[in-house]
């Protein structure tokens, strides 16, 4: 047997999948497959040889295995990843964490006293373009970002045909436009520019067919240091695209996932500087982010999402639950 650490990935759906053949592509590690679901765990040993549990608890048990990736839908996340810190496993925790805060308090303080690596999977960390935008930021080059946009949209359906019988169609299990989609855009921004102080939502159904959670959203927000931010997302649209452009006080950045490319204009220059990456393919952020933790597990640092950015976000979207319901501005 090598020394090579195990990970445990709990939950085989869809982002389990992916993780599970982004650790493997790593190198770096065995991996075991745990579901519920007898058929998905016989569809990952036959597509990927590995190791099945049907039963996240016993697998956990085993001593061999060292990393965890909780992959099942948002209900579970913190109970599990409370379980996985005390028993001394390191803990990769899907987005969002929860649906609420409760337990957030016990899960942060398992953590601070278990020594081990605790993050999020918000995957924009392991891409190169907001990396690249966080870096020029930090030289304090344009000074500091007082507006920012968001624009994104794509076709759900297309990418995740299944939509209407998973988690997404019900907001307790994690569902709709604001847990599941916009969630993503706002840890990039928070991560970028901090935390969030108060907002103001509009959010609706529009056209989603078979599901009723909101496929529409739009968010005016006001950060920590006072950036005002506008969200704006969709999931019905034909173009897959994303455009964040951060206006600063000398200058502007701007990123476009669609053409992997970011860009700076500074003040008194008319043309954007771009710098274009070679394309990823689908996996190829969660490749990067595996890494990622498979270095963070040895200690060392790296620019995963931190718990506390992932229970930020947690904030985030009950701000809009809370805005939408008074139809007033919500406090994060
Ligand atoms: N980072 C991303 O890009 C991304 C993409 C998709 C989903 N997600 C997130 O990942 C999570 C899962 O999403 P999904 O699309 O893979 O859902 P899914 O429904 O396809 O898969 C969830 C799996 O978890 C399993 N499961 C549930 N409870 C379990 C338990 N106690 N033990 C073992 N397995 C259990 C289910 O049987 C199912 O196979 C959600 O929180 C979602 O928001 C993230």
């Known amino acids: 047997m090598s020394n090579k650490p195990t990970v445990l990935i709990i939950g085989c759906g869809s982002i389990g999948e992916r993780h599970l053949r982004s650790f493997q592509s790593t190198g770096r590690c065995h991996v075991i497959a745990c579901d519920t679901r007898p058929a998905i765990l016989a569809d990952m040993a036959k597509k990927y040889k590995v190791e099945t549990s049907t039963d996240w608890k016993l697998a956990l048990a085993n001593p061999v295995c060292k990393v965890v990736v909780i992959c099942t839908p948002a209900p579970y996340h913190v109970p599990i990843a409370i379980e996985v810190l005390k028993c001394g496993r ?198 990067i982010q595996a890494n990622d933790f498979l270095d963070a597990c040895e200690g060392k640092a790296t620019l995963l999402a931190t718990l506390a950015e992932g229970i930020q976000a947690v904030r985030f979207n009950l701000a809009c639950f809370d805005s939408l319901k008074t139809g007033t501005k919500a406090w994060v």
């Open 90 to 287: 390191h803990c990769l925790i899907e987005k969002p964490i929860a649906i609420s805060l409760d337990g957030m308090n016990e899960l942060t303080a398992v953590h601070e006293s278990s020594g081990r690596a605790c993050h999020v999977a918000y995957v924009n960390h392991s891409r190169p373009e907001p990396r690249a935008v966080k870096a020029f930021l930090a030289t304090g080059k344009f000074g500091r970002v007082r507006a920012a946009t968001v624009v994104s949209g794509q076709h759900f359906p297309t990418f995740r045909p299944a939509y209407r019988e998973i988690y997404y169609n019900n907001h307790a299990q994690g569902g709709g436009a604001i847990q599941d989609a916009m969630t993503h855009m706002v840890n990039l921004v928070e991560w970028i520019l901090g935390p969030t102080k108060s907002l103001l939502c509009e959010a609706d159904h529009q056209v989603l067919d078979g599901v009723e959670v909101e496929d529409t959203v739009s968010a005016i927000a006001r950060n920590q240091d006072g950036a005002i931010i506008t969200y704006t997302l969709n999931q019905f649209q034909a173009p897959n695209e994303l455009t964040i452009q951060f206006n600063a006080e000398r200058g502007s950045l701007k990123i476009e996932y669609h053409l992997n490319r970011w860009g700076q204009m500074a003040l008194g220059a008319t043309e954007w500087n771009w710098e274009t990456f070679k394309p990823l393919d689908r996996d190829g952020p969660f490749v």
